[in-house]
């Protein structure tokens, strides 16, 4: 069974910076994942933050480029992305997502999703 366990967000204030963690487990029983980081504010849309390919590549969001950086750790069973310069336009929930059919994280069609962690910013 797919789990992934985002924790981190809180609420900070505007220009701090905070990282965000996504624990996961029973993506080993398939061939080969990606992983993506994606946010919905109050009343928006969700939209899709930063992605980790299988190949180990990355893309960042132009909204965020510059400020977020998604990673995992050696083990490849936490996916991170730290926050840096954080705008009150940036809170949001934010959650963590895995694809396991073929193709690119960056595309979206995920197939397993967190909870979500929430993160606030205030002026």
């Known amino acids: 069974q797919v789990q992934l366990v985002e924790s981190g967000g809180r609420s900070v204030q505007a220009g701090e910076s905070l990282r965000l963690s996504c624990a996961r487990s029973?993506?080993?029983?398939?061939?080969?994942?990606?992983m993506a980081w994606f946010r919905q504010g109050s009343g928006k849309a969700r939209e899709q933050v930063a992605a980790?390919?299988?190949?180990?590549?990355?893309s960042i969001s132009g909204s965020v480029k510059g400020r977020f950086t998604i990673s995992q750790n050696a083990d490849k069973d936490i996916l991170y992305l730290q926050m840096n310069s954080l705008k009150p336009e940036d809170g949001a929930m934010y959650y963590c997502?895995?694809?396991?059919?073929?193709?690119?994280?960056?595309?979206?069609?995920?197939?397993?999703w967190g909870n979500g962690t929430l993160v606030s910013i205030s002026s």
């Open positions: 980790l390919e299988r190949d180990g590549s990355s």
């Open positions: 997502a895995a694809r396991v059919n073929p193709g690119f994280c960056a595309y979206g069609g995920m197939d397993y």
């Open positions: 029973g993506l080993s029983s398939f061939r080969s994942h990606c």
